[in-house]
């Protein structure tokens, strides 16, 4: 017997002004949308709203609402993780990030030295260490890369291009404590 603006008085115009809309016989719908409440929270909700009908008339709206915030708040995580990583990556000098899987598959290809080692991060990413390395640099690497990932850690200092390399390569876990790769 409750009105739905009494049960949530944080519900502005813009809501109202949607709630009006279905009532004219259409369906809105977003699938995330921040809803803040009133304690000041922010929930971020997926909705969707549909008028239903009574002697082919609209009787009112129906609606579906899922709280997400849980998973919203982690993929703001993961972006915000994300956005450091590439800012540490882009500002270290003479520095490298390589990531493969357990295929030898590059997951991961960055940082300003790797251009001058003469590789490009779009030629690494989803490619295999055997499409992408250089004969002699796989004859050394690919044996290294097969070690890490049976769970040793390796440092080396390899000469490329007139340059000398230290390189440390060291397994990647999962969740599940896992080797994903290194």
């Known amino acids: 017997g409750r009105s739905h603006y009494d049960v949530f008085p944080e519900i502005g115009d813009d809501w109202k002004e949607i709630h009006q809309y279905c009532l004219g016989g259409r369906v809105h719908k977003r699938e995330e949308d921040h809803f803040p409440r009133a304690d000041g929270r922010t929930d971020w909700i997926r909705w969707e709203i549909h008028p239903w009908y009574m002697d082919n008339e609209v009787g009112g709206i129906v609606m579906f609402t899922?709280?997400?915030?849980?998973?919203?708040?982690?993929?703001?995580?993961?972006?915000?993780?994300e956005t450091l990583y590439r800012v540490l990556i882009e500002h270290l000098p003479d520095m490298a990030v390589m990531m493969y899987d357990t295929d030898l598959r590059y997951t991961v290809a960055d940082g300003p030295i790797l251009?001058?080692?003469?590789?490009?991060?779009?030629?690494?990413?989803g490619r295999t260490a055997y499409e992408v390395l250089p004969e002699a640099s796989q004859k050394t690497l690919i044996p290294l890369y097969k070690q890490i990932l049976e769970g040793d850690s390796v440092?080396?200092?390899?000469?490329?291009?007139?340059?000398?390399?230290?390189?440390?390569?060291?397994?990647v876990y999962d969740l599940d404590n896992e080797i994903m790769g290194g």
């Open 66 to 81: 899922e709280v997400i915030t849980e998973r919203k708040e982690a993929e703001l995580r993961v972006r915000h993780s």
């Open 115 to 125: 251009p001058v080692a003469g590789y490009a991060r779009q030629e690494m990413l």
């Open 155 to 171: 440092q080396i200092e390899r000469r490329t291009n007139d340059r000398y390399y230290d390189s440390r390569m060291v397994p």
